[in-house]
Every structure is written in structure tokens, then in C-alpha cells.
């Protein structure tokens, strides 16, 4: 008889093996444990199981098992190693819940939210503020709840022989109205922000993950009043506040005689964060041989559309800038150079050509130099680049960038005319085989067709080009095309899709 019971007993736990996923499988599992425990199986009390199968029976606990588990930091990818801890979001004796941010980190490439994988009580803060934790070594204690229920001190009865159906139904249940909801942190960040519920959208990524594209549809489709996960008429929602304006240009400093100072002391600080970033960076792209291309572009015309654009994006919360024009003119120009939105692959014998234009934008932020990249410009209005440069602008100033905005780019712009320059000589970012430096406009006079003197605004650009795979003609070619499209902006309807 303890040998059919024992047989029994391992038959049921393969087949909810089965059934359950996640924590439902993590707690029937200590649920059948916990049963095979109290009905005495295995040593001196294996006569005294009675099969399920033969004669029902329910049986009752009534407390919490209690584990404490460490919560170790994991693989947040692109070869991190190291993180410093920029500020953690509990203490320790904090309640925490699955998904609850338990701290903000620091790499050489991001800023990430680390979450809480597990329900339960923080015990122990292994790193103090600024300190650097290592991948794969714990982060924090967490005291776990071991039982089989949500809640705590809860008598809860069990019938095993209907157990197996009504996890079925569980299941079903989690999968139609409660489906897992797959995104990373940057994009649960994006849809708190906007106060979306993720799992009212519908995500178009890998297993149904939901992308940062899906949280801009949805915000759209809940502007026009209809959910485009549901198809079904939903209240409007808020606008969302226009951003701050940006601080006035900082003025040109004067030279200032002073007394010579007394000699202080030498002193040594650590290398780390978005400045650990560039030291790699930069040192990848010496390996690099670069070539420059200068030129001038006439932007008196888009100057001229910018101040009505402008009025009309204010309106809708949205600060227009030259960049979203700038931007989408070089992704229509890369439609025709695509050699300039590729990589190399590691051993020099591959031309991987990208099929979307990630345009990053060069950005000097409090934590240094950043370069976060809007994805698929190729597919996006201007009126959409804006808004997402605005909401990257946002993060930057507030040292929230994360992994999915700071990496993937495949072609890069930089404005040094926002800080006063006009030409430069950019370093291209690997694996990105080609950059470009914008100057500030300025107001000159320039001859006009018949010889008259007119008032112009001339912009400079200096681009920088991988001379392994790119030669002066393409960079040239290219240039032009994307110059012709900003001295006259209205062509650049003929080439949107």
C-alpha cells in the first residue's frame, strides 16, 4: 500500500508539474510537500497514507513557512560586470512585493531599476550608497513567505483529489485575463509615468514582451478615445504636462586677473559611471580609422517654418526644437546610403547593414556625456521624434536613462551648436561606422542669385566616417542629399512613408 501511495503521490506532482508555472508551481509543489509531510510518508509512518485516489481527504496548516532567500544581482547584459548603487528605494525591515523597485543602479552604460523577484521582508542591505555591487553576488536578504498562500496566518483546506483540475483552471485564468505581462524596466518606468496599465496593452515583441512602441500607440489610441488593446471606447486621458524649459544658454566666460593662489593638495578620485563609459568607448573608437567631411547648410527657410511649428507643438505640450527635422533628414537620407547605418562584425570580414534607424543623440548631462538613441526614426512623424526627444531630454537631466535608451543606436547626431560651437571632429561610437556634429546658426550675410545682399542663417557640420567600409564620395553624396532636405524642408514630404 505505500509503495501505490508513494507511486501515486510522484504521478501527481509530474503531471502539475505540468499544469503550473511560476509561483503557482513553486508553491503547489511545497503544497504536495507539505501533504506527503503530514500524511507521514517515507520512514516509520509509510503505513499510514491512505491514497487520495481511493479516499478524499482534506488536511490544514495554519501558519507561513518562512525562508530567507538571498536576492542576487543578475545579468542586465551588454557585458556589465559592476554597478554602483545610486540610491536604494527600501530599508532594511521594508515590505516588498514582486515588482517593487528595490534600488537604482549605476553601469559603464545605464542607469537600471533592479525589482524585487519575491514577495516578502528585506533583511539585509549588503551595499551602502555608492558602493559597487558585482553581477551574480547578492544585493539584499529577503524573508520569503514558504507557504501556500498569498496571505499570511491563513487556515487553508486542500482537497488533493481536485486539486490537479482546479490549477488547470488557475492556469487558463492566468493566461486569458490575467496574462504574465513581459517588459523591461525602462518601459514599466514609461507606462507609471503616463499612469497605463500594462496589461490594457498590447505587446508586439518577442513572447508578446511589450516595447516602448506599444506604450506610444496605446498613449495615441487613448487620445482618440479608443483602447487599442480592447477596441473599446475609453475615457480621454490627461495631456501630459509639458516639460520645463531648458536653462538659458550658459554666457561666454570673461577672463578674470587674480592673485595667484596658494598650491592645494593633489587628490585622487575614481574613474566609474558614464565617465567608466567613455574611457572604453573612446579607447574603441581610436582603433577606428576616421575621415572628416565638412560642409554649410543654408537653414533659412526651415528657421522660418520652425517659428510655426513651434506654436502649433507648444499647444499640444511639446517643445519643438531642429533636432526632430535634423534627425528625420538623415534617416530619409540613410535610405538611400544604408552602408552609413551598419557595422562592422568583430573579425573586419562582414558589412552587417541595420534595418532600423536608431539615431542617437549626443546629450551633456550631470553624470557626463550620454548618447541615448530614438529607435525606428524611419517610421516615426517628426512631431513623434519630438515628443520622444522631449521625454529623453527628461531622463537625462534627471540621470534616469536606462539600458533600452543608451544602447542599440546605429547612427549618431550631436548638437555642439546648443553649447556654441561650429565645426568639430566627432569620434564615431562603435560599433557605428558614421557620426555627425551640428553647429549653431548663425546670422550672416550672403549674396542671392541676382547679387544682392541678404540676410541668411548658416549652419555648420562636420561629420566623421569609418574609412574601412566609407569613402569621401559616399559621406559627400550623403551629406548633400541630407542638406538639401533642410534648405528645403517641404521635399521631405515627398520621401515620408
Same mark, same amino acid.
Given at each position: 500500500?505505500?509503495?501505490?501511495?508513494?507511486?501515486?503521490?510522484?504521478?501527481?506532482?509530474?503531471?502539475?508539474?505540468?499544469?503550473?508555472?511560476?509561483?503557482?508551481?513553486?508553491?503547489?509543489?511545497?503544497? !504536495?510537500? #507539505?501533504?506527503?509531510?503530514?500524511?507521514?510518508?517515507?520512514?516509520?509512518?509509510?503505513?499510514?497514507?491512505?491514497?487520495?485516489?481511493?479516499?478524499?481527504?482534506?488536511?490544514?496548516?495554519?501558519?507561513?513557512?518562512?525562508?530567507?532567500?538571498?536576492?542576487?544581482?543578475?545579468?542586465?547584459?551588454?557585458?556589465?560586470?559592476?554597478?554602483?548603487?545610486?540610491?536604494?528605494?527600501?530599508?532594511?525591515? =521594508?515590505?516588498?512585493?514582486?515588482?517593487?523597485?528595490?534600488?537604482?543602479?549605476?553601469?559603464?552604460?545605464?542607469?537600471?531599476?533592479?525589482?524585487?523577484?519575491?514577495? @516578502?521582508?528585506?533583511?539585509?542591505?549588503?551595499?551602502?550608497?555608492?558602493?559597487?555591487?558585482?553581477? @551574480?553576488?547578492?544585493?539584499?536578504?529577503?524573508?520569503?513567505?514558504? #507557504?501556500?498562500?498569498?496571505?499570511?496566518?491563513? =487556515?487553508?483546506? $486542500?482537497?488533493?483529489?481536485?486539486?490537479?483540475?482546479?490549477?488547470?483552471?488557475?492556469?487558463?485564468?492566468?493566461?486569458?485575463? @490575467?496574462?504574465?505581462?513581459?517588459?523591461?524596466?525602462?518601459?514599466?518606468?514609461?507606462?507609471?509615468?503616463?499612469?497605463?496599465?500594462?496589461?490594457?496593452?498590447?505587446?508586439?515583441?518577442?513572447?508578446?514582451?511589450?516595447?516602448?512602441?506599444?506604450?506610444?500607440?496605446?498613449?495615441?489610441?487613448?487620445?482618440? @478615445?479608443?483602447?487599442?488593446?480592447?477596441?473599446?471606447?475609453?475615457?480621454?486621458?490627461?495631456?501630459?504636462?509639458?516639460?520645463?524649459?531648458?536653462?538659458?544658454?550658459?554666457?561666454?566666460?570673461?577672463?578674470?586677473?587674480?592673485?595667484?593662489?596658494?598650491?592645494?593638495?593633489?587628490?585622487?578620485?575614481?574613474?566609474?559611471?558614464?565617465?567608466?563609459?567613455? !574611457?572604453?568607448?573612446?579607447?574603441?573608437?581610436?582603433?577606428?580609422?576616421?575621415?572628416?567631411?565638412?560642409?554649410?547648410?543654408?537653414?533659412?527657410?526651415?528657421?522660418?517654418?520652425?517659428?510655426?511649428?513651434?506654436? !502649433?507643438?507648444?499647444?499640444?505640450?511639446?517643445?519643438?526644437?531642429?533636432?526632430?527635422?535634423?534627425?528625420?533628414?538623415?534617416?530619409? #537620407?540613410?535610405?538611400?546610403?544604408?552602408?552609413?547605418?551598419?557595422?562592422?562584425?568583430?573579425? $573586419?570580414?562582414?558589412?552587417?547593414?541595420?534595418?532600423?534607424?536608431?539615431?542617437?543623440?549626443?546629450?551633456?548631462?550631470?553624470?557626463?556625456?550620454?548618447?541615448?538613441?530614438?529607435?525606428?526614426?524611419?517610421?516615426?512623424?517628426?512631431?513623434?521624434?519630438?515628443?520622444?526627444?522631449?521625454?529623453?531630454?527628461?531622463?537625462?537631466?534627471?540621470?534616469?536613462?536606462?539600458?533600452?535608451?543608451?544602447?542599440?543606436?546605429?547612427?549618431?547626431?550631436?548638437?555642439?551648436?546648443?553649447?556654441?560651437?561650429?565645426?568639430?571632429?566627432? $569620434?564615431?561610437?562603435?560599433?557605428?561606422?558614421?557620426?555627425?556634429?551640428?553647429?549653431?546658426?548663425?546670422? $550672416?550675410?550672403?549674396?542671392?542669385?541676382?547679387?544682392?545682399?541678404?540676410?541668411?542663417?548658416?549652419?555648420?557640420?562636420?561629420?566623421?566616417?569609418?574609412?574601412?567600409?566609407?569613402?569621401?564620395?559616399?559621406?559627400?553624396?550623403?551629406?548633400?542629399?541630407?542638406?538639401?532636405?533642410?534648405?528645403?524642408?517641404?521635399?521631405?514630404?515627398?520621401?515620408?512613408?
Amino acid at each position: 500500500m505505500a509503495t501505490i501511495s508513494t507511486r501515486l503521490v510522484n504521478s501527481s506532482i509530474r503531471k502539475l508539474r505540468l499544469v503550473v508555472c511560476g509561483v503557482a508551481k513553486r508553491r503547489l509543489y511545497q503544497t !504536495v510537500s #507539505a501533504a506527503r509531510h503530514i500524511s507521514g510518508i517515507g520512514g516509520e509512518n509509510k503505513q499510514k497514507f491512505i491514497p487520495t485516489a481511493l479516499q478524499p481527504r482534506y488536511f490544514q496548516t495554519s501558519s507561513a513557512l518562512q525562508e530567507v532567500v538571498q536576492f542576487k544581482l543578475s545579468d542586465i547584459g551588454e557585458g556589465i560586470r559592476e554597478v554602483i548603487i545610486k540610491e536604494w528605494y527600501v530599508s532594511e525591515g =521594508d515590505k516588498v512585493s514582486q515588482f517593487d523597485s528595490i534600488c537604482e543602479v549605476q553601469s559603464d552604460k545605464a542607469s537600471v531599476t533592479i525589482t524585487s523577484r519575491y514577495d @516578502g521582508i528585506i533583511k539585509k542591505l549588503h551595499y551602502d550608497v555608492d558602493g559597487t555591487a558585482l553581477v @551574480g553576488e547578492p544585493l539584499v536578504d529577503i524573508e520569503t513567505e514558504g #507557504a501556500i498562500s498569498h496571505k499570511q496566518e491563513e =487556515d487553508v483546506e $486542500v482537497d488533493i483529489s481536485s486539486k490537479e483540475q482546479r490549477l488547470e483552471d488557475h492556469a487558463m485564468q492566468m493566461t486569458t485575463s @490575467g496574462r504574465k505581462v513581459l517588459a523591461t524596466p525602462a518601459v514599466r518606468r514609461l507606462a507609471m509615468e503616463n499612469k497605463i496599465h500594462l496589461k490594457d496593452v498590447e505587446g508586439t515583441g518577442k513572447d508578446g514582451r511589450i516595447l516602448k512602441e506599444d506604450i506610444t500607440r496605446h498613449i495615441e489610441s487613448l487620445d482618440h @478615445g479608443v483602447s487599442a488593446f480592447t477596441g473599446k471606447q475609453v475615457a480621454p486621458q490627461a495631456p501630459i504636462s509639458p516639460p520645463k524649459a531648458d536653462r538659458a544658454p550658459a554666457p561666454t566666460p570673461i577672463p578674470i586677473l587674480r592673485a595667484p593662489a596658494p598650491v592645494g593638495k593633489d587628490y585622487t578620485q575614481p574613474i566609474k559611471g558614464m565617465q567608466k563609459a567613455m !574611457v572604453k568607448t573612446m579607447s574603441m573608437a581610436l582603433k577606428i580609422p576616421h575621415f572628416g567631411y565638412y560642409d554649410e547648410i543654408d537653414v533659412t527657410t526651415l528657421v522660418n517654418l520652425r517659428k510655426d511649428l513651434k506654436k !502649433v507643438t507648444e499647444k499640444r505640450g511639446i517643445k519643438f526644437s531642429y533636432m526632430p527635422v535634423f534627425i528625420k533628414a538623415a534617416s530619409l #537620407a540613410l535610405n538611400q546610403f544604408p552602408v552609413l547605418n551598419s557595422s562592422i562584425d568583430d573579425k $573586419v570580414e562582414n558589412v552587417i547593414v541595420k534595418a532600423s534607424h536608431n539615431i542617437g543623440v549626443a546629450m551633456d548631462t550631470a553624470d557626463g556625456l550620454t548618447v541615448p538613441n530614438i529607435k525606428n526614426v524611419q517610421s516615426q512623424s517628426i512631431f513623434e521624434l519630438a515628443a520622444e526627444l522631449n521625454r529623453l531630454q527628461q531622463l537625462g537631466s534627471a540621470g534616469k536613462l536606462g539600458t533600452a535608451e543608451l544602447t542599440g543606436g546605429t547612427f549618431t547626431l550631436s548638437n555642439i551648436g546648443s553649447i556654441g560651437g561650429t565645426y568639430a571632429r566627432p $569620434v564615431i561610437l562603435p560599433p557605428e561606422v558614421a557620426i555627425g556634429a551640428i553647429g549653431r546658426i548663425q546670422a $550672416v550675410p550672403r549674396f542671392d542669385r541676382d547679387g544682392n545682399v541678404r540676410k541668411a542663417h548658416i549652419m555648420q557640420v562636420s561629420w566623421s566616417a569609418d574609412h574601412r567600409i566609407i569613402d569621401g564620395a559616399t559621406m559627400a553624396r550623403f551629406s548633400n542629399l541630407w542638406k538639401m532636405y533642410l534648405e528645403n524642408p517641404t521635399t521631405m514630404i515627398l520621401d515620408l512613408k
